[in-house]
């Protein structure tokens, strides 16, 4: 019996090789040819590295040490005869290139739907019949070589059709029984007892991405079920969620519009919530059809512990507009993009106060500015994320100037640290980037790196707060971040992205954290085989943040407050 081993070199001087999974994919050359090197290469020190391997004979099994070439990106098993492939051949979890055309298989292991890099899979000019449900999770797979094998007439049919490479894969991941558990409840991080000395204000804030319907695509999450991804299964989830914690204030990102006024807002009602909504600044070039499936943000607080008082909205778009003064970077990159953030001034009520309301019943009436925003999601445009947030807090401090002279009317200079305020929101940006330096720092420099060099420096310096304020943009807030990394490692959870854009800020001066909710089990995860988020257990690919705050009694409002505002 001959048999011929053949690798495909290459080289790779001194350094190791590192494998890198691009959403590019370039099939590898048909006519690959091997090269041997020279001795004079090997005296060098030159290095070879052989990501291709190639046995061809009339192998009828394989040996076990095959499966310890995790290196290898393409092997090519065509043309032997094989009648089975082992379970372990999963272990090969860089493989993008797997041809096992012209063997003598009858059947496959389900463990072939864990090589999720799989770009192309040839099963040719087999004996199959059937093939595992489990092929469903190669959401990656480019091109899936069934001919010659005596599948059933369905999958031939689906197979056959325009597209069907993917129409097969997506059949058979939806009928994939999902075996994995439930995770287990995400644990409560309990940070400082509450002050029973006196009457405090506790609640909690929620602050969630639910994923909008026409975002959730196999396009988009190919590893997930389409029944998992519909939103009438989804909002289910997200509901269940939203009710299990029964936070005070829910700031939702990507709310549709039409899931706002018919899911949202009559649900929350009926569990003693009312809400505040805008869409995407889009929504106002559209007929009345189209504008119903704009996302946008919501801000949902208990009726029992709060009350409106004033609904903001900021329009990235129209600031840019309006601070251009000519800037082709402005108009060009920012105007562009028409992300939203959404403010509510809220005032308490009794039912808030734990361990007694405080003797002024005036006194019970504290405000409170609360903020949802979703900044624009691009990386390439990481100006533009810093940009929207320093417009947004310049917003938020006209509002909250606004409302500190309205609750200490007597006041010459309005104290934005004055009002307690609650930023909750996708922004679009990890945990060292400009956008968290500057709202937790409350200043970053012009010369930051986020600015990529555009030359916004003068258009933006209006939007600072200090009118000298050198090198540096600054806000006026003092605030700080309710998560820090070590709690939570990530808020995205998807195939392509895991990390932190998801954040809620707080006045330090106003604020305790008393607790919040730590993530799910990383062991699940592992143990499931969850490549990514939304899952059929998971209905968004982001997790929500839940924070439980003590917040200081201030001074007694006075008694226009809401009257004086409502009414402006």
């Not at 059809?289 to 946008?296: I, L, P, W, Y």
């Not at 361990?355 to 990481?382: K, S, V, Y």
């Not at 938020?396 to 409302?403: R, V």
């Not at 540096?472 to 990390?499: I, Q």
């Amino acid at each position: 019996m001959g048999t011929w081993c053949r690798m495909s070199p290459m080289d790779q001087g001194s350094g190791h090789g590192r494998i890198s999974f691009n959403k590019t994919y370039d099939s590898p050359n048909p006519r690959r040819a091997h090269s041997i090197m020279s001795a004079e290469d090997i005296n060098a020190g030159k290095r070879s590295y052989w990501p291709e391997l190639e046995i061809t004979g009339t192998i009828r099994n394989l040996s076990p040490e095959l499966w310890k070439l995790q290196h290898l990106t393409s092997l090519y098993l065509n043309d032997n005869n094989l009648s089975r492939i082992p379970p372990e051949i999963c272990r090969l979890e860089h493989l993008t290139y797997l041809d096992l055309s012209s063997n003598k298989l009858r059947s496959l292991p389900a463990e072939l739907g864990d090589m999720i890099i799989l770009r192309e899979l040839l099963l040719n000019n087999n004996y199959l019949r059937v093939l595992p449900y489990e092929l469903g999770k190669l959401f990656q797979l480019q091109n899936l070589g069934l001919k010659g094998n005596p599948l059933s007439a369905e999958i031939l049919s689906i197979y056959s059709e325009p597209n069907g490479t993917q129409k097969l894969l997506t059949y058979m991941l939806d009928h994939l029984t999902v075996n994995c558990p439930q995770p287990e409840p995400r644990q409560w991080v309990v940070l400082e007892q509450p002050d029973r000395s006196k009457p405090i204000a506790v609640f909690t804030v929620m602050c969630y991405n639910v994923l909008c319907d026409k975002y959730a695509t196999r396009q988009i999450y190919g590893y997930c079920p389409s029944w998992a991804l519909n939103w009438e299964y989804r909002r289910k989830g997200i509901m269940d969620e939203i009710r299990q914690y029964a936070a005070d204030i829910l700031s939702l990102q990507e709310v549709e519009t039409d899931q706002f006024f018919n899911f949202f807002l009559p649900e929350l009602q009926r569990d003693g919530y009312d809400g505040i909504f805008s869409p995407k600044s889009r929504a106002k070039t559209m007929g009345e059809t189209e504008r119903k499936f704009v996302d946008g943000c919501a801000i949902f607080y208990r009726t029992s512990k709060f009350s409106l008082v004033k609904k903001h909205l900021v329009e990235f778009n129209q600031l840019a507009m309006a601070n251009a003064e000519g800037s082709d970077n402005m108009l060009n990159r920012v105007m562009t993009k028409d992300n939203i953030g959404l403010a509510a001034l809220l005032e308490t009520k009794e039912a808030i106060f734990d361990n007694g309301a405080p003797a002024d019943p005036a006194a019970a009436r504290q405000p409170i500015l609360i903020c949802t925003a979703h900044m624009h999601w691009d990386p390439e445009f990481c100006d533009v994320k810093l940009i929207q947030t320093m417009m947004l807090m310049s917003e938020l401090k006209t509002i909250a100037e606004e409302s500190s002279h309205s609750f200490r009317p007597g006041s010459h200079a309005p104290d934005v640290n004055s009002i307690p305020t609650l930023l909750c929101g996708d922004l679009n940006s990890l945990p060292d980037s400009g956008v968290v330096e500057f709202l937790r720092a409350g200043r970053v420099v012009t010369t930051h790196a986020d600015f990529k060099d555009l030359c916004y420096s003068t258009v933006l310096r209006k939007l600072s707060s200090a009118e000298k304020s050198g090198d540096d943009f600054t806000h006026s807030f003092k605030l700080e971040r309710a998560y820090d990394n070590e709690v939570m490692p990530y808020t995205n959870y998807t195939f392509d992205f895991k990390g932190i854009i998801d954040y809620i800020f707080y006045s330090r001066q106003h604020f305790r954290q008393l607790g919040l909710l730590g993530p799910i089990d990383e062991s699940w995860f592992r143990d499931s085989k969850v490549v990514g988020c939304p899952h059929p257990h998971i209905p968004s690919d982001h997790f929500p943040l839940l924070v439980e705050f003590e917040m200081q009694v201030g001074p007694s409002p006075v008694n226009g407050l809401t009257r004086s505002l409502v009414h402006r």
